[in-house]
């Protein structure tokens, strides 16, 4: 009876071992391919902000044939694009370049051959086009970044996921130099 008792937990301890192994597997898996999202998320907006740097040259560009006297604004574009192009993705280096995208743009006002000039109108377009891509892949990769970050912080899964060297993901946010500009009512004249 001893030997049937000694038996039966060995067995009944077994099983919850292999259940337990299972578990961790299925966890793993799972913040496995919720992570790949998170990583897709960020190359997606590398890749669109790259697309939006490659895009520039080509904007300035046509911008120099009908405006070329104005020096100081191309070069401020120039020098912008260039800041943001070197190295890691910084938000602050993109948001002088958003500035001096506008500035630039804003040209085709004071010259209205540019702003009548197909290709001025297509790049303008490609831009529009890159800038609502970049929008839509940041708030992909947030939501990518929220479905990470709850079924890591989700039981069972909170117990092993940091065992299991999985970290939270962060959020695409605002940084200080942004929340300026971002903060401000926009200005619309007629």
């Known amino acids: 009876m001893v030997e049937i008792f000694g ?14 192994v299972f578990l961790i597997i299925g966890i793993y ?7 790949q999202n998170v990583r897709q998320g960020v190359a997606d907006i590398d890749a669109q902000l790259r697309q939006r740097h490659d895009l520039i040259p080509n904007l300035v560009e046509t911008v120099k044939g009908y405006a070329g006297h104005e020096a100081s604004t191309l070069e401020a574009v120039i020098a912008a694009r260039n800041a943001a ?38 790049l303008q377009r490609e831009l529009a086009d890159v800038e609502d891509k970049l929008a839509a892949a940041r708030r992909a990769l947030n ?41 401000q009512t926009p200005r619309v004249a007629f």
Not at 11 to 18: C, E, G, P, Q, R
Not at 29 to 35: A, H, I, K, M, S
Not at 159 to 180: H, I, M, P, V, Y
């Open 143 to 183: 939501a990518a970044v929220a479905r990470f970050n709850t079924a890591r912080e989700a039981f069972p899964a909170v117990l092993f996921a940091g065992l299991l060297g999985f970290k939270q993901a962060d959020f695409n946010r605002l940084d200080d130099s942004e929340r300026g500009t971002v903060d």
């Open 7 to 20: 038996w039966f937990w060995t067995s009944a301890l077994l099983v919850i071992a292999v259940v337990v």
């Open 29 to 35: 898996n799972q913040l496995v391919g919720l992570r």
């Open 85 to 122: 192009a070197d190295g890691e993705p910084n938000s602050a280096a993109e948001q002088g370049l958003s500035a001096a995208l506008g500035n630039l743009l804003a040209l085709g006002e004071a010259y209205p051959e540019l702003k009548a000039s197909a290709n001025f109108q297509d």
